[in-house]
């Protein structure tokens, strides 16, 4: 069974960092592109990062470049994404997904991946 489980969302004030984790289950990890997406109410969910299944290559969205940082450790068959820098715009619902590559290369589309988080909360406020 397929599982992919977000956590590490939560409040956080302007400015301040979280850390979010994509662990990973029922499939071969390391062969997958993984990514993640965010989405708020009444707007459709946009691509934040992704990362190659080697890690190799990593791709952000512009709204994030340099604030947000993506990795993986396929030991632990688990992804993250490092916010920095946070601010309230960055507020949303946080997914991970995967999908699995046959070159290295970031999907950015939400219809090109197969599996998909619950989701996880990002709230930033003062």
């Known amino acids: 069974q397929v599982q992919l489980v977000e956590s590490g969302g939560g409040l956080v004030q302007p400015g301040g960092s979280l850390r979010l984790s994509c662990a990973a289950s029922?499939?071969?990890?390391?062969?997958?592109?993984m990514a993640w997406f965010r989405q708020v109410p009444g707007k459709e969910r946009e691509f934040v990062g992704g990362?190659?299944?080697?890690?190799?290559?990593?791709s952000y969205a512009d709204s994030v470049k340099g604030r947000f940082i993506i990795s993986r450790d396929n030991a632990k068959s688990t992804a993250y994404l490092q916010m920095n820098s946070l601010k309230p715009e960055d507020t949303a619902v946080y997914y991970c997904?995967?999908?699995?590559?046959?070159?290295?290369?970031?999907?950015?589309?939400?219809?090109?991946?197969?599996?998909w988080g619950q989701g996880t909360q990002v709230t930033v406020s003062s």
């Open positions: 997904a995967a999908q699995r590559t046959l070159f290295e290369i970031v999907l950015t589309t939400t219809r090109e991946y197969n599996y």
């Open positions: 029922g499939f071969g990890f390391s062969s997958y592109t």
């Open positions: 990362i190659t299944w080697s890690g190799g290559s990593t």
